[in-house]
């Protein structure tokens, strides 16, 4: 079949692109539209990430002061990314230091 080898290699080059397209294994992605989070809870898995994206003209400041993986990403610009990994389990509520209404709430558990 002539079609063969060149759909196979197209279809290899896809395959090679969906890794780039999804993010390392074990991050998340949660954006930042609308001063607002993508999403108002996650579960993800001890040691896992989630990488924080700034899609707003606005800058963002997301940090947590929960007992469980508390971080400060700090002043974050508009369409930039920050990855933060959450390692032990339990909840985590995660809040923007400028926009009081965002609110994510982070569950790592096995
Ligand atoms: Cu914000």
């Known amino acids: 079949m002539k079609l063969r080898n060149p759909s196979t290699a197209l279809t290899l080059s896809l395959l090679a692109l969906l890794p780039a397209l999804a993010g390392e294994p074990g991050e998340h992605t949660v954006n930042q539209k609308d001063k607002e989070f993508s999403q108002t809870e996650i579960t993800i898995k001890p040691g896992e990430k ?9 800058t963002h400041n997301v940090f947590s002061n929960s007992k469980i993986n508390p971080f400060h990403i700090k002043i974050q610009q508009p369409g930039s990314s920050s990855t933060v ?26």
Do not use: W, Y
């Not at 989630?50 to 606005?58: E, G, L, T, Y």
């Not at 400028?98 to 982070?106: D, T």
């Open 50 to 58: 989630i990488v924080f994206q700034n899609s707003d003209a606005v």
């Open 85 to 110: 990994q959450f390692a032990s389990e339990g909840v985590t509520e995660v809040r923007c230091a400028i926009h009081p209404k965002m609110k994510l709430m982070v569950t790592v558990k096995k």
